[in-house]
């Protein structure tokens, strides 16, 4: 199967920055993809990235190095609606989306 | 709104009971997915159809029977459950099953199993 890490939980105050990693061991790589999700709603596409490099959109930003296995999610400027989970999910060789485990991100006033 | 409808939004059933999920979407993707959520875990797939036509059981239990009459609609049928079925079921849909378009998720159904 595939191996998909990211940190359980992770606090920061509203304004601040926050990344967000997540490590993955894949049997080929098709992409990878961070959703939102908050409380009881629905999963939120957020971004994705096939290529090495800086994806940046508005406030979130996030990052990939195929090599490393590795990629961010960065969040700036921190709102309290930002507070959600946040889902790192990654397409293998074969096009089969595994998820990670998710981190919840707690803004604080 | 995401384009992916389920009902119901909560349901509570016994281990004997027979209920069923519904996931419509407005999307006119040809990929629909049924996902369990449980907490701290990740979330993981159970079936996927393609064009009506299933292409994975991620060896799912049959007590779990999944139904896809047409691209925008899928059911979930639910019968002689245990406790730890008890999660937060999830539809997805896509443009097309492997392709590189994201999945857009359904708010879910909360499962509870008494």
């Known amino acids: 199967g595939q191996n998909i890490d990211q940190p359980t939980e992770m606090t920061a105050t509203e304004g601040a920055i926050v990344q967000i990693n997540c490590t993955y061991q894949?049997?080929?790589?098709?992409?990878l993809f961070w959703y939102q999700q908050h409380a009881g709603e629905a999963p939120t596409f957020l971004s994705y990235?096939?290529?090495?490099g800086l994806e940046e959109k508005g406030r979130f930003s996030s990052f990939l190095s195929r090599s490393k296995g590795y990629s961010y999610l960065l969040l700036k400027e921190l709102q309290m609606k930002d507070s959600a989970s946040y889902l790192c999910?990654?397409?293998?060789?074969?096009?089969?989306?595994?998820f990670g485990a998710g981190t919840t991100v707690t803004v604080r006033a | 709104e995401t384009g992916v409808t389920q009902t119901p939004r909560h349901l509570v059933m016994g281990m004997t009971n027979k209920k069923s999920l519904k996931c419509e979407q407005h999307?006119?993707?040809?990929?629909m997915y049924w996902y369990k959520q449980s907490a701290k875990k990740p979330l993981e797939l159970m079936f996927v159809?393609?064009?009506?036509?299933?292409?994975e059981n991620n060896s799912v239990p049959s007590r779990f029977s999944p139904e896809c009459p047409n691209s925008s609609h899928l059911f979930l049928h639910l019968h002689t459950l245990q406790p730890e079925d008890s999660a937060l079921y999830l539809c997805?849909?896509?443009?097309?099953?492997?392709?590189?378009?994201?999945?857009?998720f359904g708010e879910g159904s909360r499962l509870t199993v008494l």
């Open positions: 999307l006119g993707h040809n990929a």
């Open positions: 997805a849909s896509s443009q097309d099953q492997g392709g590189a378009g994201e999945l857009f």
């Open positions: 999910a990654v397409r293998d060789g074969d096009y089969k989306l595994s």
């Open positions: 990235n096939v290529l090495d």
């Open positions: 894949t049997s080929g790589f098709n992409g």
């Open positions: 159809y393609n064009f009506k036509e299933q292409t």
